[in-house]
T-cell receptor, first 106, second 115 residues
C-alpha cells in the first residue's frame, strides 16, 4: 500500500481556489487515489477518487499527474465551511496519514 | 439514506473498566471498519470485516480489544480492561464490497475518555 505525504497546513482566502497537494510516489498501477475531509468533531467525509484521469464532482476536482506519483485536490471557490483537515490516501489498505489542515480566511 | 450510526457519542470510564461501542453501517454495505483516532492524527485502522468475517485485524490489540459482527450487519467493539492510553475517538465506517474503488462512509465516532 502506497503511503502519502501532504503539507501539514495551508491557508486560502475565501472565494479563491484551494489547491491541496499529495505525494504518493510509490503508488502501484491499480491503486486508486482517494480524498476525504474531516471537520472538527465529525467523522471523515468522502470527497472524490480517481485512478488515472482527472475527476470532477460537485464538491471538488482531482488532478492526477501522468506518472500518478502525485495529485492535487482543487476546491474551486473555497468557503469558510471548507475549513477542515483533508486526507489523501491510496490503495486498499485504508491507511490515512496526518492530512493537511486547511484554513479558509475571510 | 441514513448514514453510519454509532453509539454512544461520548463515554467516560475509569481505567480498568470495560467499555463497548456499537456501529450500524449503511444498509447494503458489506464491509465494515473500525478506526481509532488520536488527537491531531489521522484515523488508524483497527479491524475490517467483509460480511461476518474479520479479514484484517492485524492492528487490533487483541489482549484487550475484541470485536464482533454478528449476522454481517451491526458491529460491536469492546475494550476490557481500558487503559488511560485508550482515550481517543473510535470511528466506524462502511463501504460496498467488490473489486473497488472502496469509498468509505464514516460515522460521527465515539469519544472515549479514560480517567
Amino acid at each position: 500500500d502506497a503511503k502519502t505525504t501532504q503539507p501539514p497546513s495551508m491557508d486560502c482566502a475565501e472565494g479563491r481556489a484551494a489547491n491541496l497537494p499529495c505525494n504518493h510516489s510509490t503508488i502501484s498501477g491499480n491503486e486508486y487515489v482517494y480524498w476525504y475531509r474531516q471537520i472538527h468533531s465529525q467523522g471523515p467525509q468522502y470527497i472524490i477518487h480517481g485512478l488515472k484521469n482527472n475527476e470532477t464532482n460537485e464538491m471538488a476536482s482531482l488532478i492526477i499527474t501522468e506518472d500518478r506519483k502525485s495529485s492535487t485536490l482543487i476546491l474551486p471557490h473555497a468557503t469558510l465551511r471548507d475549513t477542515a483537515v483533508y486526507y489523501c490516501r491510496t490503495g486498499n489498505q485504508f491507511y490515512f496519514g496526518t492530512g493537511t489542515s486547511l484554513t479558509v480566511i475571510p | 439514506e441514513a448514514g453510519v450510526v454509532q453509539s454512544p457519542r461520548y463515554k467516560i470510564i475509569e481505567k480498568k473498566q470495560p467499555v463497548a461501542f456499537w456501529c450500524n453501517p449503511i444498509s447494503g454495505h458489506n464491509t465494515l471498519y473500525w478506526y481509532l483516532q488520536n488527537l491531531g492524527q489521522g484515523p488508524e485502522l483497527l479491524i475490517r470485516y467483509e460480511n461476518e468475517e474479520a479479514v484484517d485485524d492485524s492492528q487490533l490489540p487483541k489482549d484487550r480489544f475484541s470485536a464482533e459482527r454478528l449476522k454481517g450487519v451491526d458491529s460491536t467493539l469492546k475494550i476490557q480492561p481500558a487503559e488511560l492510553g485508550d482515550s481517543a475517538v473510535y470511528l466506524c465506517a462502511s463501504s460496498l464490497a467488490g473489486t473497488g474503488p472502496y469509498e468509505q462512509y464514516f460515522g460521527p465516532g465515539t469519544r472515549l475518555t479514560v480517567t
